[in-house]
């Protein structure tokens, strides 16, 4: 590899594996969450305002977190979906994340709770997602300026839901949107990837194991014969909204995302790609490196612009 372990992440790792955990093939998904589905020590980011609402789903209303910065009316609107594998994750795992998308991008911010795989699998997570996204562009004025940019952002798992809906309102006539945030994005099933070989053992967090655990939940029946869940798979990925995608360094999924990529350049699509070295998987809600997700998201901030 280029350069090290960043030290807050190697601390991380140290703490992590100071912590027997049961074998993934053990484990159900309720169990997943309540190891997962608690939020890392982090410090606060201070933004305008936060509070909790509701926003349409595609079958009922969805639990959903709204941010706003100290401007009056932002000129961008994110709606943000979180990471934890389809199966984990809630409004609350993913708050520091928000909170820095909302100051850094000057953006206000929804963080969407979807429904969870396997109770709700394929298709009910992206078109919840899709729904949401409908009414935030359709309302766009209640929570930012008039014509505000509208933009999609998700880690790992909501970064996969990001394209998903990006492709489904290119399919369906929906919403225009502005650009896509895919932070370590997941895009396909566990292939036979380098980063999967040399990363994917489970030492640097996330796992091949725990990967097709979340994808054979997620799927159940439908094996994504269409698609929209496995965006990476998709034949026709031409005519989709610029993408930032970034990459970590120590991350099995870095070479999918890498490919993802460069799918979507062949296709024509304006795309930015960052690889944060000394990182791992889900960085981007962990403690110590707050200065690196600023210098990330400062960066994306000034190609929107």
């Known amino acids: ?13 140290a703490g992590f594996a100071d912590t027997p955990l049961p074998p993934v093939s053990a484990m159900d998904a309720a169990a997943m969450r309540q190891i997962f589905d608690n939020p890392l020590p982090v410090e606060p980011v201070q933004i305008g305002e936060s509070r909790d609402i509701q926003v349409p789903g595609a079958e009922g209303p969805l639990d959903a977190r709204l941010y706003l910065p100290e401007s009056a009316a932002s000129e961008r609107l994110t709606l943000f979906f979180h990471g934890g594998g ?3 994750g809630t409004l609350d795992t993913h708050d520091s994340l928000c909170r820095h998308l909302c100051r850094e991008l000057d ?12 109770e709700h699998p394929y298709p009910a997570a992206p078109e919840d997602c899709y729904a949401a996204v409908q009414w935030a562009a359709e309302n766009r004025a209640v929570f930012a300026a008039a014509d505000a ?13 990001c394209a998903s ?17 895919l932070f370590y994005p997941t895009a396909n099933i566990p292939g036979d ?25 997620y799927l159940g029946d439908s094996q994504a014969a269409d698609g929209f869940a496995t965006p990476l ?52 809600s962990m403690p110590g490196v707050d200065v690196e997700i600023r210098e990330i998201l400062q960066r994306i901030a000034k190609e929107l612009a």
Do not use: K
């Open 1 to 13: 590899m280029a350069s090290q372990l960043h030290p807050s992440i190697q601390a991380f790792l």
């Open 233 to 284: 798979s998709c034949e026709d990925l031409g005519n989709l909204p610029q993408m930032h995608i970034v990459v970590a360094e120590f991350d099995p999924l870095r070479d999918e995302g890498n490919a993802y990529a460069r799918r979507l350049e062949a296709a024509g699509n304006r795309v930015h790609v960052q690889q944060a070295n000394g990182m791992i998987h889900g960085f981007m």
């Open 193 to 217: 990837s380098d980063s999967y070989r040399q990363l994917g053992g489970g030492e640097y967090f996330l796992s091949r194991e725990m990967m097709e655990f979340y994808w054979r939940h």
């Open 86 to 88: 389809f199966v984990m």
């Open 149 to 161: 940019q509208l933009l999609l952002a998700g880690d790992s798992a909501g970064a996969c839901l």
């Open 107 to 118: 953006s206000a911010v929804m963080s969407v709770a979807y429904r969870l795989a396997p």
């Open 165 to 181: 809906v990006s492709l489904l309102a290119r399919e369906r006539g929906g919403a225009d949107i502005d650009a896509q945030l």
